[in-house]
């Protein structure tokens, strides 16, 4: 049963290394609870962000604005900042407090409240739920995910619309490492293999 494997992670499992956090979220499931229901969704793709060693991270060389103000706080906290002027991209805060780096959450395969990701998303569905999660972008339209909602919020409070929970554990040899996305301002950091795949699940 997937209801069974929803225990929220807690505090403990964001305090660590970004790349071991980044890695093990792979199979973990993103819970949005809404007044319609829950929607759930596997972790498939991530990206790691190392902060102040990392000129592709918003907070490179401890860069603190009122947008990366949330990157400083404690680990599990949400960042979610918005793209082109269109796209919000969901984030989680990794590492000890005031060390600011975190973890995108790229792609999810929808296991739950399928109905609403789609009704949210409004737009046409290929098959194996094609356009529904696959992007930061389209994964916060589908489960309603906004700035306004959940920027600096703590995922690991108890009453959390929004948490990481407990999924499958994903071996290491069924792991891709690759490049990020669309990063190419960052120097010889955007050829770090920092973006994390978990095999077979992305076409």
């Known amino acids: 049963m997937i209801h069974d494997s929803l225990k929220r992670l807690e505090r403990d499992f964001f305090i660590r290394n970004t790349k071991i956090v980044a890695r093990e979220l792979l199979g973990k499931y993103l819970v949005r609870e809404t007044l319609k229901g829950q929607i759930i969704g596997k972790i498939i793709e991530v990206e790691a ?22 990157m400083y706080m404690k680990p599990g906290t949400l960042y979610i900042y918005l793209i082109y002027g269109l796209y919000y991209c969901l984030n989680v805060i990794t590492e000890p407090e005031q060390m600011p780096c975190a973890v995108l959450i790229r792609q999810l395969f929808p296991i739950d409240g399928i109905e609403l990701m789609i009704a949210n998303r409004n737009v046409k569905i290929g098959k194996k739920f094609k356009n529904l999660t696959d992007g930061p972008g389209k994964l916060c339209i589908a489960l309603d995910i906004t700035k306004d909602k959940f920027n600096g919020k703590d995922s690991c409070l108890l009453d959390s619309r929004l948490y990481f929970a407990q999924g499958e554990k994903i071996p290491k040899e069924k792991i891709l490492f690759n490049k990020r996305i669309g990063i190419d301002y960052a120097e010889e950091d955007k050829d770090r293999p920092l973006r994390f795949t978990i095999k077979n699940e992305i076409e």
Do not use: I
């Open 49 to 70: 962000y190392l902060g102040p060693n990392d000129k592709a991270s918003h907070s490179y060389n401890y860069r603190k604005t009122e947008r990366t103000k949330m």
